[in-house]
Every structure is written in structure tokens, then in C-alpha cells.
């Protein structure tokens, strides 16, 4: 499998524990010390780590810090949405849609030289 596969299906595993450990405290553990979720957190983020550290290090083969930066950076609203929305029942606003716009501009600008080949 390319490297760019195998990186980003890590980066999206990644990005659902990240997202459980920075968000869903704010759901499950509002009534708790903020130190108890904290460790909590800490806990869920060990296994971001586990699967961002090797990803980061594959992708790094065939991308540059910069590219790698903003893969990651569209990966984490591709799942943050449906995680705030399904989950935290957040409202769907046109917001997300617009900074995914603007994503889509980053991606550009850093991938474009991989287009021109």
C-alpha cells in the first residue's frame, strides 16, 4: 500500500481518539473535577500518539512537514463535524463548510507542486 494511504487512514484513526480525548469530556465528565478529565483525556490521547507518530513518520517519506501539516489539519475537521454534530449534537452550521473551503485552498498551495507532475 503508498505511503500517502497508509498516512492518512492512520491520521483519521488518530483524529477520532484526538477528538474524543480534547472533546467529549465536555459531554461525559462535565460534572467532574477538570483534573479527573484531564487524565482521562491524557489517557484517550496516548493512542493518538500511537498511531499520529508513525504516521507522521510514513508520510514523511513521500511529504513534506508542510503537507503533512495540512493533511492533517483537513483530516481533523473531516472528523470533528460529524463528531460535534453526531455526538455533542452541536448544530450543522454553513461555518464548517466555508473553513473546509478555505482548507481546500491550503491543500493547494501545498500539494500543488505534487499536481504539476
Not at 500500500?1 to 484513526?13: A, D, G, K, N
Request: aromatic content about 16%.
Amino acid at each position: 500500500m503508498h505511503p500517502s494511504i497508509i498516512t492518512i487512514l492512520l491520521l483519521i484513526c488518530s483524529n477520532v481518539f484526538m477528538t474524543f480525548a480534547w472533546y467529549a469530556h465536555l459531554k461525559e465528565l462535565n460534572n467532574k473535577p477538570w483534573v479527573i478529565a484531564a487524565l482521562i483525556s491524557w489517557g484517550i490521547a496516548l493512542f493518538e500518539y500511537l498511531l499520529q507518530v508513525p504516521a507522521n513518520r510514513i508520510g514523511y517519506t513521500v511529504m513534506n512537514v508542510g503537507q503533512l501539516k495540512i493533511l492533517q489539519e483537513v483530516i481533523t475537521i473531516s472528523v470533528f463535524v460529524p463528531f460535534a454534530f453526531f455526538y455533542l449534537k452541536e448544530p450543522l452550521k454553513l461555518d464548517y463548510l466555508w473553513a473546509g473551503l478555505c482548507l481546500l485552498g491550503a491543500v493547494f498551495f501545498m500539494f500543488r507542486d505534487k499536481l504539476s507532475t
